[in-house]
T-cell receptor, first 116, second 112 residues
């Protein structure tokens, strides 16, 4: 069964500092990987995704993530955090078998606090 | 991408009652999903709803408690039956398109 681990429940950074949110997955084949952001009282917004190809993927709002197969990781990064980035971040994995077997599994989330 | 709307956006209900949540998509999709997000928690898949077939429920969720309808390719409903305070959550509808999932804004349910 597929699973996602986000080791950090809560991270606090200063505005302008760099950010890395960790994500490890478990899946038997090459997974589809996603990062979503949920601001307070808001729905889920897709930041970026990895399906295949270049292992460094660029997303919206200046975020990027790197797929490392050897480490089963898909960490999210941003070089300089803005106060508006404060939110909950979810990593998710989906099997690529498609059809009725398609299923998205979420990690428990990392809450990001940004200090002025 | 897909634009998804949900009704109601929030509700406060009494225990023992039922609430039906509607999900409308702006395009035809094969697969629709219902998730629950309990306070301070991640998203948990309740069931997958394909048009023309019975919904497939995840472990821990049963049809009697969470009946789902999927009458066409743009619409689905989730009913939370015989509610208790433990059902207080955000319920989200989502659709899959080319292996991406798009989410509705959610329905925030409080059960007293």
């Amino acid at each position: 069964a597929q699973s996602v681990t986000q080791p950090d429940i809560h991270i606090t950074v200063s505005e302008g500092a760099s950010l890395e949110l960790r994500c490890n997955y478990s899946y038997g084949a090459t997974p589809y990987l996603f990062w979503y952001v949920q601001s307070p009282g808001q729905g889920l917004q897709l930041l970026l995704k990895y399906f295949s190809g270049d292992t460094l993927v660029q997303g919206i709002k200046g975020f990027e993530a790197e797929f490392k197969r050897s480490q089963s990781s898909f960490n999210l990064r941003k070089p300089s955090v803005h106060w508006s980035d404060a939110a909950e971040y979810f990593c998710a994995v989906a099997g690529n078998s498609g059809g009725s077997n398609y299923k998205l599994t979420f990690g428990k989330g990392t809450l990001l606090t940004v200090n002025p | 991408s897909a634009v998804i709307s949900q009704k109601p956006s929030r509700d406060i209900c009494q225990r023992g009652t039922s609430l039906t949540i509607q999900c409308q998509v702006d395009s035809q999709v094969t697969m629709m999903f219902w998730y629950r997000q309990q306070p301070g928690q991640s998203l948990t898949l309740i069931a997958t709803a394909n048009q023309g077939s019975e919904a497939t429920y995840e472990s821990g969720f049963v049809i009697d408690k969470f009946p789902i309808s999927r009458p066409n390719l743009t619409f689905s409903t989730l009913t939370v039956s015989n509610m208790s305070p433990e059902d207080s959550s955000i319920y989200l509808c989502s659709v899959e398109a080319r292996y991406e999932q798009f989410f509705g804004p959610g329905t925030r349910l409080t059960v007293l």
